[in-house]
């Protein structure tokens, strides 16, 4: 059974850039795909983007290109988010997700990695 | 980008009552339609995997239908751990979820 266990909490300025981290054990992390799911307080869920780590391809949703990269490590299994140009809005709960059978239909989701955004 | 809109926004029923949970897209995704469900404070958990297919472990109140552009979600009997808010997601064209429903205690 695949697991996913997320980095700690962030609190960042306006204008700059986190980076959450996602690292995935029990399964052979190459052959699956890790999509980033954010929840703003009280929201709902919005997906950002997805990687397939065996190759190294990612796609966005048109709301975070230009201002989103995801990336994976191989050698860790560790799947990244990189979002830049923060504003408050960002302020969410950052969930990685996976999928363990049919593709991009997500059983496995990460513990959530809180992003607060404050001057 | 394919829209999902979920109604009602919010579902008030008492336990043991049968709740009927709508999604509608934008355009049709055929059978690529998840649902989720979500409690305060936690992760959401899969229920119903394209369309209709119950996820491991998932009870057998739960039952996913429809095709195309109009799905529903239905759990034939409330109980008390069944309160919470109900997502939809669409994996037909890259992946979007719809606003949710809360069913909540009347």
């Known amino acids: 059974q695949v697991q996913l266990v997320q980095s700690g909490a962030e609190v960042k300025k306006p204008g700059s850039s986190v980076k959450v981290s996602c690292k995935a054990s029990g399964g052979t992390f190459s052959s699956y795909t890790i999509s980033w799911v954010r929840q703003a307080p009280g929201q709902g869920l919005e997906w950002m983007g997805r990687?397939?780590?065996?190759?190294?391809?990612?796609n966005y949703a048109q709301k975070f290109q230009g201002r989103v990269t995801i990336t994976a490590d191989k050698s860790t299994s560790t799947a990244y988010m990189e979002l830049s140009s923060l504003r408050s809005e960002d302020t969410a709960v950052y969930y990685c997700?996976?999928?363990?059978?049919?593709?991009?239909?997500?059983?496995?989701w990460g513990q959530g990695t809180m992003v607060t955004v404050s001057s | 980008e394919i829209v999902l809109t979920q109604s009602p926004a919010t579902l008030s029923l008492s336990p043991g009552e049968r709740a009927t949970l709508s999604c509608r897209a934008s355009q049709s995704v055929s059978s690529y339609l998840a649902w989720y469900q979500q409690k305060p404070g936690q992760a959401p958990r899969l229920l119903i995997y394209d369309a209709s297919n119950r996820a491991t472990g998932i009870p057998a109140r739960f039952s996913g239908s429809g095709s195309g552009t109009d799905f529903t979600l239905t759990i034939s009997s409330l109980e008390p751990e069944d309160f919470a808010v109900y997502y939809c997601?669409?994996?037909?064209?890259?992946?979007?979820f719809g606003p949710g429903t809360k069913v909540d205690i009347k």
């Open positions: 997700a996976s999928p363990e059978g049919t593709p991009d239909s997500f059983d496995i």
């Open positions: 990687i397939i780590p065996i190759l190294g391809i990612a």
């Open positions: 997601q669409q994996r037909s064209n890259l992946i979007t």
